[in-house]
């Protein structure tokens, strides 16, 4: 509240509430996301069931979070340009030309490969500091990332996401990746009017397995490997055990372990084959 010279008016951050008659003082900034709506209104005209967005599109908690993932972003994108630039130079004869050998190329298309997807995920959170919804980075346990949106937040605009602290890989995989991928409407959270739950969809043209293929890309782009387990490989250790025990696709199942060290293997195949653990018939996707 700020009651010098007689005021009274509430500070939201972006702009100021005028409580006397329930209208901000100045036009929301993203007003023409809103176009049925004056753009001095409050909470969508109906506080009972909204929250007004303070006009930051990160929660200020989660900003900081946020602003350590770039930085921890940028380091890694100047780490991997040295080891790039120093491939380059030892491939370098003294006439000045580049003869990379096989090898050579493949680590160099992998390193800009990585560069590459690590700067998307910079601009992924730049799409979500301009987008009018609020996101909010939430604290998960272990390796679980399952936050389920509530028909409130839907309607607040909020979005709530996992995080797993010291896991900058998958802070890259759930909070940029995903979070960018809403803030550019790819992936929609709404409202079944028919079961009055929040439920999230794609936006049209956009595959099933596409927003994960971005997200693990992503994720295996600061990390440098992904490791977890796929549906048994043929001929391997694990499809012979399933076939001697006939616990093939069945929840007794032995799933085979992969271990990813190129960006180009994360494909719709890879996420199709992913599997939620060492044993069992449940894909993770």
Not at 230 to 240: E, F, I, R, T, Y
């Given at each position: 509240m ?9 500070a939201y951050?972006?702009?100021d509430?005028?409580p ?21 209104n ?22 900081q ?30 006439k ?10 493949a ?27 609020m ?7 272990g ?7 509530t028909?409130?937040?839907v ?10 602290e ?12 995903h ?19 929040a439920?999230?969809s794609?936006r049209?043209?956009?595959?099933q ?5 971005s997200?693990?890309?992503a ?36 799933n085979?372990?992969y271990?990813?060290n ?24």
């Amino acid at each position: 509240m700020q009651e010098e010279l007689g005021l009274n008016i509430y500070a939201y951050g972006w702009r100021d509430y005028d409580p006397a008659i329930g209208r901000f003082n100045k036009i929301d900034r993203f007003a023409e996301k809103y176009f049925d709506k004056t753009p001095y209104n409050y909470a969508g005209n109906n506080p009972v069931y909204y929250r007004e967005i303070n006009g930051d599109s990160i929660h200020p908690y989660s900003q900081q979070h946020a602003n350590n993932l770039r930085n921890n972003i940028n380091s890694k994108m100047t780490s991997l340009t040295s080891e790039r630039d120093l491939i380059t130079q030892s491939a370098t004869n003294r006439k000045g030309v580049v003869k990379y050998s096989k090898e050579q190329q493949a680590q160099v298309g992998d390193l800009n490969s990585r560069i590459s997807s690590l700067g998307k995920s910079l601009n992924d959170i730049s799409d979500m500091e301009k987008s009018p919804l609020m996101f909010v980075m939430e604290k998960v346990s272990g390796s679980s990332v399952t936050l389920n949106q509530t028909v409130a937040d839907v309607g607040s605009g909020i979005v709530k996401l996992p995080y797993i602290e010291g896991d900058i890989g998958h802070q890259i995989h759930e909070f940029a990746t995903h979070g960018g991928q809403i803030a550019r409407g790819e992936i929609i959270n709404s409202v079944d009017s028919n079961t009055n739950t929040a439920v999230s969809s794609l936006r049209a043209g956009i595959g099933q397995y596409d927003v994960e293929v971005s997200a693990y890309q992503a994720q295996y782009s600061y990390m440098g490997t992904l490791q977890g387990y796929q549906w048994p490989v043929q001929g391997s250790n694990a499809q012979q055990h399933n076939i001697l025990q006939k616990s093939i696709n069945t929840p007794n199942q032995v799933n085979s372990p992969y271990t990813i060290n190129s960006y180009n293997s994360i494909d719709t195949n890879f996420i199709m084959n992913m599997m939620e653990g060492p044993f069992g018939n449940k894909p993770m996707y």
